[in-house]
């Protein structure tokens, strides 16, 4: 089991502020941090110059790195059929992106909540659009990864499959694939007010890979995050907070327990911290946990 590291503490600067490169991302994780690979957000990516996309891909692999996943972001619960259907062409692109940097998987999404969408309608439509992606992620030899996500920092509503009930309901329509599984994430299970072990008990033999983070709330409660996720916001709600990893809500033996009893050996990345000041060291106490945990329960 390979781990990953995700840039959480440095998306403003990557996404937003552009002081921060790819490549210096890249850079600094090979220097600091004991990892197998790293996870992309297309936000921040050259994805209109493939020659690009090659080079951080060459300068991963120098590193003795390889791209986990392209975390991609796809909104596939538009009402009006020209905009959906949009959205199944950019994650077209996403995929061959993926491919590009030699990442395994591409990240997947329902779409957001809009609030006068309808649930069954919305959940359909997030279906057929992954189905029709399944060509694509074979061509590519990319596979697709649906996560139990809450919301994309830049959206203003949060995921129609947010809850479990929801997630398990929009996987029931989507036919098993081999280019199709779930990437699953403990914190974001607790934040929809689920177990996340009882999630993944649901799902473990469809789990391809994983985001393992922490969540802590400061100033609030999951009652009034859950409150603001249906208010229209632009991000997360202030109080919500990532941490390091062993450090918040999760019970990781469980999770790895789990994971261990149905051989997962899929990538593990590390989601941890917002604070770019303090990124670096909790990442390297995020991933020293992680590995120590990898190792109690056999997983490579």
Not at 250 to 279: C, H, P, R, T
């Amino acid at each position: 089991m390979p781990l990953a590291a995700f840039p959480k503490c440095f998306l403003k600067a990557l996404c937003i502020d552009r002081t921060m490169t790819p490549e210096a991302w890249i850079d600094l994780a090979a220097a600091h941090l004991e990892i197998d690979g790293l996870e992309l957000y297309w936000r921040f990516l050259p994805h209109d110059s493939p020659r690009h996309l090659e080079a951080l891909r060459r300068q991963a692999e120098r590193h003795g790195l390889r791209i986990a996943m392209l975390c991609y972001s796809p909104d596939f619960t538009q009402p009006e059929r020209e905009a959906w259907r949009a959205e199944i062409e950019r994650a077209r692109w996403a995929v061959e992106v993926a491919a590009i940097l030699g990442a395994e998987t591409c990240r997947v999404l329902s779409g957001q909540a809009r609030p006068d969408l309808d649930v069954p309608m919305g959940l359909r439509l997030a279906a057929q659009a992954i189905e029709e992606l399944f060509p694509t992620a074979e061509r590519f030899q990319v596979k697709l990864a649906l996560e139990n996500h809450y919301k994309d920092g830049f959206w203003q509503y949060p995921e129609l499959a947010w809850q479990q009930e929801r997630f398990l309901e929009l996987l029931s329509l989507i036919p098993s694939s081999p280019w199709f599984g779930v990437n699953y994430d403990p914190s974001n299970a607790l934040l929809a007010g689920d177990d996340p072990i009882a999630l993944l008990e649901q799902v473990k033999h469809r789990v391809i890979s994983m985001h393992a983070s922490d969540r802590y709330l400061e100033g609030g409660s999951l009652t009034e995050l859950r409150r603001l996720a249906y208010s229209p916001q632009q991000g997360y709600a202030p109080f919500l907070r990532h941490g390091v990893i062993g450090q918040g809500m999760n019970d990781y033996d469980k999770i790895f327990a789990l994971l261990a009893s149905v051989g997962f050996q899929g990538w593990v990345s590390i989601e941890d911290g917002e604070d770019a000041e303090q990124g670096m060291a909790h990442l390297k106490q995020s991933a020293q946990f992680l590995r120590e945990k990898m190792a109690k329960y056999h997983l490579p």
